[in-house]
């Protein structure tokens, strides 16, 4: 009788660890789509950034932009990403940009199903939902080669009074807007970064009617992917003492 136990357990046994070979054998698929996982940011296998939510991608800005911590981006680095910013002999990137270390080698990154792709200037972006990324059209995506049926390129830096949200803009337009480019980024909303506003204060001279002290401070406010995390009061940039303003 403990002989036939015996045999009745190495059978189950055995029948067990093949079927769960065979279940991970059948699975691989998912280990090859994401590399890492790490505070809700993945590496794809082609070597970009992929977050799940905005708010994730919001998290991971605010860790770069204004917590300064970069223990992040190294883990990812050996993970596979290789930043934008490493491709130093692309003389037309500017390595100190936010978008030069959020970007892959490619200029790509993937928020939820859209994937963008950032041209060398940092003006424009392209969009691609991830249901038309066949292997012709990323090629197209990366030569920054617009296909209307496919893609969307739209400004980069966005009207300051405009509730900007690539999601939504993506859903309303899956492909086919093509815009012009907005005419600089002075008084606009960047997607990354920091966006100044001066602003003057008169101090009028109860001595000398009429005259003032002046002084110009910039308010500074910080985006991450077009959402204000927060700002804040910079230096003085001006002051003096002359007529008042009407």
């Known amino acids: ?11 189950f046994m055995t029948v067990l660890f093949f079927s ?19 505070n809700g940011v993945s590496v794809s296998s082609r070597g970009y950034l992929v977050f799940k939510t905005v708010d994730e991608m919001v998290r ?85 080669v617009y296909i209307p049926t496919k893609m969307n390129k739209i400004n980069v830096d966005r009207e300051l009074t405009e509730n900007f949200s690539l999601i939504d803009f993506t859903a309303e337009n899956p492909y086919g807007k093509l815009e012009a480019l907005n005419g600089g980024t002075a008084g606009r909303r960047p997607m990354f970064g920091n966006q100044s506003q001066p602003h003057t204060v008169y101090n009028p001279d109860i001595y000398n009617p009429g005259m003032c002290s002046w002084t110009t401070t910039p308010y500074i406010t910080t985006y991450v992917f077009w959402v204000n995390v927060g700002g804040h009061w910079g230096q003085v940039t001006a002051s003096g003492y002359g007529a008042c303003p009407n």
């Open 1 to 11: 009788m403990k002989i036939l136990k015996f045999w009745v357990v190495s059978i």
């Open 20 to 38: 769960c070979k065979k279940d991970n054998l059948q699975n691989p698929i998912e280990e090859e789509e994401v590399l890492t996982v790490k």
């Open 60 to 144: 991971f800005g605010k860790l770069l932009i204004i917590d300064k911590d970069e223990k992040l981006l190294t883990e990812l680095k050996s993970d596979g990403f290789k930043s934008r910013k490493a491709n130093e002999t692309d003389f037309s990137r500017n390595p100190n940009s936010i978008y030069s270390t959020i970007f892959n080698a490619q200029g790509l990154l993937q928020i939820n199903d859209v994937i963008m792709k950032i041209t060398d200037d940092d003006l424009f972006l392209y969009t691609l939902l991830q249901q038309y990324a066949d292997a012709a059209t990323m090629t197209n995506l990366i030569n920054e």
